[in-house]
């Protein structure tokens, strides 16, 4: 319990070490609301609900998590300090799950930075606030499942700028699995449990049941079965490294 | 313990990287009180050996073992007994020495207090107060050494496994940190590793020389003196050598079969 508690600190830490945070959680929070202004046209809609917020975020957080979580190991690799964490008397599972939920913290902190949003619509009128604690709920774990994509892909290499491409890559798909263009192209050939199965793998499905206000414990299973399984693959890909 | 007094074991050690074998059936015992130095050229399959005995890689057959505990399957006992400094001696730039050291105490098990204790006597042993608080990046090369040797002492291991200490050091610190491990021998079972000859006369009371992935010779430095060609002194040498340089190209290029 311990270890968890000091890779965690440490790992947190080191996001505010630099002044990348900060330029981070500006981007993180500019953007969200100057989408949520000016290409959703918040104001337009008359609708004191946050929905035109969070529609952008599954999109947003497709490239934003991925910048976040592509140094949790690659940098590591990078600097030879893989060498002295991999070889200190911690369980590897131990590491992975406090490096990550480190980065997890992170991005619910930049999701509480965006909260003004929030208060915002509830000055200008009398949003569902149950729906939006539940969406926010939703976005996080949403950021939590693609932080465990970069994650696991940020062991595979010592190259940042790969990790980040190749979670960016592997988060589109997840993003992408519900849309026709998707599900089109394998309806043809394969059989209708592998199309269902596909599309229910879809971020996007999920996470608009939640802002829809149907907070289903099918979309809070997938997403935490979901990041259950990329962090047990990350220790897979940490344990065959060790034996290559 | 499970094999006798040998703090460190290898037996038939081998490690292929894709059709390259690294490490080619390396068996050897080390004690306590005993520095041993692992000497090869470059390659040789000197840090490549050390990272198994630490467990971060995985042997392709036979196994290492620390304190009498398998590397592989008993990881977590091994690395207790275990102080390791990988090559370049890495540390989280980002940290300072303070902070970098009380997070690898605390990793360790030590509590607070133990750890704050520890430190102390590192800071002085070690002599890291002047940059304390200072950031690693920050530090020389020669700092940032001793940061890493202070981060495999935390714990007081029974064995430490130390990859090439001394490199990029200048004549001085090189001095220090051959005091430093010669005052560390007596309680400890100590693997050095170097490509520099001098330093093998300088600390260890064996040393293992490693070619090629394989061991070319296990013996004390003057065993290994034994080897050196018979010099012709009437022969006109373009670049002078020691005996123990004479010695040590002798055994790597002869019988590696150059």
Same mark, same amino acid.
């Given at each position: 319990?311990?270890?968890?508690?000091?890779?965690?600190?440490?790992?947190?830490?080191?996001?505010?070490?630099?002044?990348?945070?900060?330029?981070?959680?500006?981007? *993180?929070?500019?953007?969200?609301?100057?989408?949520?202004?000016?290409?959703?046209?918040?104001?337009?809609?008359?609708?004191?609900?946050?929905?035109?917020?969070?529609?952008?975020?599954?999109?947003?957080?497709?490239?934003?998590?991925?910048?976040?979580?592509?140094?949790?190991?690659?940098?590591?690799?990078?600097?030879?300090? +893989?060498?002295?964490?991999?070889?200190?008397?911690?369980?590897?599972?131990?590491?992975?799950?406090?490096?990550?939920?480190?980065?997890?913290?992170?991005?619910?902190?930049?999701?509480?930075?965006?909260?003004?949003?929030?208060?915002?619509?509830?000055?200008?009128?009398?949003?569902?606030?149950?729906?939006?604690?539940?969406?926010?709920?939703?976005?996080?774990?949403?950021?939590?499942?693609?932080?465990?994509?970069?994650?696991? @892909?940020?062991?595979?290499?010592?190259?940042?700028?790969?990790?980040?491409?190749?979670?960016?890559?592997?988060?589109?798909?997840?993003?992408?699995?519900?849309?026709?263009?998707?599900?089109?192209?394998?309806?043809?050939?394969?059989?209708?449990? @592998?199309?269902?199965? +596909?599309?229910?793998?879809?971020?996007?499905?999920? *996470?608009?049941? +939640?802002?829809?206000?149907?907070?289903?414990?099918?979309?809070?299973?997938?997403? +935490?079965?979901?990041?259950?399984?990329?962090?047990?693959?990350?220790?897979? @890909?940490?344990?065959?490294?060790?034996?290559? | 313990?499970?094999?006798?007094?040998?703090?460190?074991?290898?037996?038939?050690?081998?490690?292929?990287?894709?059709?390259?074998?690294?490490?080619?059936?390396?068996?050897?015992?080390?004690?306590?009180?005993?520095?041993?130095?692992?000497?090869?050229?470059?390659?040789?399959?000197?840090?490549?050996?050390?990272?198994?005995?630490?467990?971060?890689?995985?042997?392709?057959?036979?196994?290492?073992?620390?304190?009498?505990?398998?590397?592989?399957?008993?990881?977590?006992?091994?690395?207790?007994?275990?102080?390791?400094?990988?090559?370049?001696?890495?540390?989280?730039?980002?940290?300072?020495?303070?902070?970098?050291?009380?997070?690898?105490?605390?990793?360790?098990?030590?509590?607070?207090?133990?750890?704050? /204790? /520890?430190?102390?006597?590192?800071?002085?042993?070690?002599?890291?107060?002047?940059?304390?608080?200072?950031?690693?990046?920050?530090?020389?090369?020669?700092?940032? /050494?001793?940061?890493?040797?202070?981060?495999?002492?935390?714990?007081?291991?029974?064995?430490?496994?130390?990859?090439?200490?001394?490199?990029?050091?200048?004549?001085?610190?090189?001095?220090?940190? /051959?005091?430093?491990?010669?005052?560390?021998?007596?309680?400890?079972?100590?693997?050095?590793?170097?490509?520099?000859?001098?330093?093998?006369?300088?600390?260890?009371?064996?040393?293992?020389?490693?070619?090629?992935?394989?061991?070319?010779?296990?013996?004390?430095?003057?065993?290994?003196?034994?080897?050196?060609?018979?010099?012709?002194?009437?022969?006109?040498?373009?670049?002078?050598?020691?005996?123990?340089?004479?010695?040590?190209?002798?055994?790597?290029?002869?019988?590696?079969?150059?």
């Amino acid at each position: 319990m311990r270890a968890l508690v000091l890779i965690f600190r440490r790992e947190f830490a080191a996001y505010f070490a630099t002044p990348l945070a900060a330029v981070f959680l500006a981007v *993180f929070v500019g953007v969200s609301t100057g989408m949520t202004f000016f290409v959703s046209n918040f104001f337009d809609r008359s609708q004191a609900d946050l929905s035109s917020f969070f529609t952008w975020q599954p999109w947003l957080l497709l490239v934003l998590m991925p910048a976040v979580g592509m140094r949790l190991w690659a940098e590591e690799r990078r600097l030879g300090t +893989i060498e002295l964490l991999m070889t200190l008397p911690v369980q590897p599972w131990k590491i992975v799950l406090s490096k990550w939920l480190a980065a997890f913290a992170f991005a619910g902190l930049a999701l509480v930075f965006t909260m003004p949003l929030w208060i915002t619509v509830n000055w200008l009128g009398s949003p569902d606030n149950g729906v939006i604690l539940a969406s926010y709920l939703g976005a996080w774990l949403m950021a939590g499942a693609f932080l465990a994509i970069a994650s696991c @892909i940020s062991a595979l290499t010592k190259n940042q700028v790969l990790a980040f491409i190749g979670a960016v890559i592997a988060g589109f798909i997840f993003v992408m699995a519900g849309f026709d263009l998707v599900l089109s192209a394998v309806r043809p050939w394969a059989p209708d449990v @592998i199309v269902q199965v +596909i599309a229910s793998m879809s971020f996007i499905g999920h *996470f608009q049941r +939640i802002t829809d206000g149907v907070f289903e414990a099918s979309a809070l299973v997938f997403f +935490i079965s979901l990041i259950g399984f990329a962090l047990w693959l990350n220790v897979q @890909i940490l344990d065959a490294r060790k034996a290559a | 313990m499970a094999v006798g007094q040998a703090l460190v074991e290898t037996r038939a050690l081998i490690k292929s990287f894709g059709p390259v074998r690294a490490v080619d059936g390396i068996s050897f015992t080390v004690g306590r009180g005993e520095v041993v130095g692992f000497l090869g050229p470059n390659g040789a399959g000197k840090s490549t050996t050390m990272k198994m005995i630490a467990g971060f890689l995985e042997p392709t057959s036979g196994s290492a073992y620390v304190a009498g505990f398998d590397s592989q399957r008993d990881p977590i006992a091994a690395r207790n007994h275990l102080g390791y400094l990988p090559e370049g001696a890495p540390a989280y730039p980002d940290m300072t020495v303070a902070d970098f050291l009380a997070f690898v105490a605390g990793m360790r098990g030590l509590s607070p207090a133990q750890g704050q /204790r /520890r430190l102390a006597e590192l800071v002085e042993s070690i002599d890291l107060a002047d940059v304390w608080n200072r950031r690693i990046e920050a530090l020389s090369k020669g700092y940032k /050494r001793r940061v890493g040797i202070a981060q495999a002492l935390v714990h007081d291991p029974d064995v430490l496994v130390l990859d090439e200490p001394t490199d990029g050091l200048d004549p001085n610190q090189k001095h220090e940190m /051959r005091a430093l491990i010669r005052t560390l021998a007596p309680t400890k079972a100590i693997i050095v590793s170097t490509h520099i000859l001098e330093e093998v006369e300088a600390i260890c009371t064996r040393a293992i020389v490693i070619a090629r992935g394989k061991m070319l010779a296990d013996g004390t430095p003057a065993d290994l003196l034994a080897h050196a060609p018979h010099r012709d002194e009437t022969m006109q040498q373009l670049v002078k050598t020691t005996p123990l340089e004479d010695a040590f190209r002798h055994i790597t290029l002869d019988q590696a079969g150059v």
